[in-house]
């Protein structure tokens, strides 16, 4: 099976620039092929092996489904909750500068605060997989192999996130683990030839790994019978100082990459990689996320084009100065969707009866390019029978005195 692995940036610099042929996919390499479905994992209320993650009860989805929860801890104490409903990162506690840990994601106390009326709504995706494409395709539709395709549109005339049923709505296959890196999650899927109008039966594994170095690592990998666009992510909303501030405006913010897309009024890129330079977009060194915010009509919401595109590099760092934990994005991705929370409006009441205004929190998604289906000149997204994606993402926390 051929390896298709997610390209990116390999260094911290902020200098160079992207080019398109060095963001294709990498060259082909021979294995033997499956395409078959991943095997059901064992019953989720089963008791995890030794050094493994633990698992409870975490409601019943609108269907009837039982879904567990399953906590990653390492040796420093930082816990990682994760339910397979939609492969949703619930909490993630982690250190401030004091030792005192503290929770620093956006969620809710069980699965039907992921399913009431008023989320559904909002649409925030807190803390979910996201697939079969993450961000917008316009106008719903792609033409690939000369056939035209035609998704469900859920975002006005737009694709977004994968559409109506995502992988973020989904029940996964769960299997708790450990490897030399730390405790695992192991989840997987079968999106079939189809659905939400991709086409081709999709299988998908994620790993999430708590490591010895307290970093939440994400590994995707995916394969497929019939050609088709896919882009996978992570949508967990960060905030550094939950329960410490109330949004995310004083987070300093470091972004490697000299361009952008700009977009349309439907957040569509319109093909223009404008330079960061001079704009309230540059964030080649640090700035408060507030400090310009007022200059992007609607908040930052955006696809940073990061600066290379080979191996696994730093694409973004963040410190947030009251509690002084800090947090670096690493990733194999050509892409960075920098979202500022500009849609909480203060109608969900997450952990503990948080209040969710706006701004409450940001999210940093590693990706491929937003529309790229109907962009021949961004980066391919498209997975063939016989090819493997792969990507990597890590987000490691620590503190600055």
């Not at 294995?31 to 089963?46: K, R, V």
């Not at 996964?172 to 939400?196: F, H, I």
Request: hydrophobic share 30%; proline share 6%.
């Amino acid at each position: 099976m051929t390896k298709f692995n997610r390209v990116a940036l390999v260094t911290t610099s902020v200098a160079g620039l992207l080019t398109f042929a060095g963001c294709q996919q990498s060259a082909p390499t021979d294995q033997t092929a499956t395409g078959s479905t991943p095997a059901a994992t064992s019953d989720a209320t089963q008791a995890a092996p030794a050094g493994a993650p633990t698992s409870a009860s975490f409601g019943k989805t609108q269907d009837g489904a039982e879904v567990q929860l399953y906590t990653l801890t390492n040796a420093h104490g930082l816990k990682v909750s994760i339910t397979n409903y939609g492969g949703t990162i619930t909490s993630l506690m982690v250190p401030d500068n004091s030792g005192k840990l503290g929770d620093v994601v956006l969620g809710f106390d069980n699965v039907s605060g992921y399913q009431s009326p008023e989320f559904l709504k909002s649409g925030p995706y807190f803390g979910a997989l996201i697939g079969r494409y993450g961000n917008r395709i316009r106008g719903g539709k792609f033409t690939l192999e000369g056939k035209e395709y035609t998704l469900a549109k859920n975002n006005g005339e737009n694709t977004l996130h994968g559409g109506k049923k995502g992988f973020d709505k989904v029940v996964w296959q769960a299997q708790p683990g450990s490897s030399a890196e730390g405790q695992t999650l192991t989840l997987t899927y079968l999106s079939k030839d189809g659905e939400e109008g991709y086409p081709g039966n999709l299988n998908v594994t994620v790993v999430y790994t708590l490591t010895a170095d307290d970093a939440l690592k994400i590994s995707y990998s995916a394969t497929t019978d019939k050609a088709t666009p896919v882009n996978l992510t992570n949508h967990a909303y960060f905030n550094l100082g939950l329960g410490q501030t109330k949004d995310v405006l004083g987070h300093e913010v470091t972004i490697a990459a000299d361009r952008y897309n700009v977009v349309d009024a439907g957040l569509i890129p319109t093909g223009e990689l404008r330079p960061v330079k001079g704009t309230p977009f540059d964030f080649t060194t640090p700035h408060p996320i507030g400090e310009r915010i007022g200059q992007v009509p609607g908040g930052y919401d955006h696809n940073w084009i990061l600066n290379q595109a080979s191996g696994l590099h730093t694409a973004a760092t963040v410190h947030e100065p009251t509690t002084g934990r800090t947090m670096t994005v690493q990733t194999t991705e050509p892409g960075l969707q920098f979202y500022t929370g500009n849609f909480l409006d203060g109608t969900l009441k997450g952990k503990g009866g948080t209040v969710y205004g706006k701004h409450a929190g940001f999210c940093m998604e590693t990706q491929h390019f937003p529309d790229s289906p109907n962009q021949p000149k961004f980066p391919t997204t498209i997975l063939k029978p016989g090819q493997t994606l792969q990507s990597t993402t890590i987000y490691t926390f620590g503190v600055k005195q």
